[in-house]
């Protein structure tokens, strides 16, 4: 089992940063896939970003088309956290996001191929 624990959100200006971290409880941080959800009021929950592991200690990370460039993901394996920085943001950036975990490393930009889930942190963008 593993728990995911959010924080970082709150309210800011266009055009500003935010990072938000997740971390882990459990064994073997390292096997999983991690990522972004987001989901804004009345929308449905859509996909962020996500990092895994290759061979070694290299990392892959995958985003949607609608923050690639302002985004960043990364892992910290010793931390057992996930962090998204979050640069240049914008009204449309504003929902809950939440952390998500995926037994085997396999990365997916498919909700339904997530295990875990995170509470939700909240992210304001004013505009």
């Known amino acids: 089992q593993v728990q995911l624990v959010e924080s970082g959100g709150g309210l800011v200006q266009t055009g500003d940063s935010l990072r938000l971290s997740c971390t882990a409880s459990?064994?073997?941080?390292?096997?999983?896939?991690m990522g972004w959800f987001r989901q804004a009021p009345g929308k449905e929950r859509e996909f962020v970003a996500t990092?895994?592991?290759?061979?070694?200690?290299?990392?892959?990370?995958d985003y949607a088309n609608s923050v690639k460039g302002r985004f960043a993901i990364s892992a910290d394996n010793a931390k057992s956290t996930v962090y998204l920085q979050m640069n240049s943001l914008k009204p449309e950036d504003t929902a809950v996001y939440y952390c998500?975990?995926?037994?085997?490393?396999?990365?997916?930009?498919?909700?339904?191929?997530?295990?875990?889930w995170g509470q939700g942190t909240q992210v304001t963008v004013s505009s």
């Open positions: 990092i895994t592991r290759n061979d070694g200690n290299t990392y892959y990370a």
């Open positions: 998500v975990a995926r037994r085997g490393g396999y990365s997916s930009n498919d909700k339904y191929n997530y295990d875990y």
């Open positions: 459990g064994r073997s941080f390292n096997t999983y896939a």
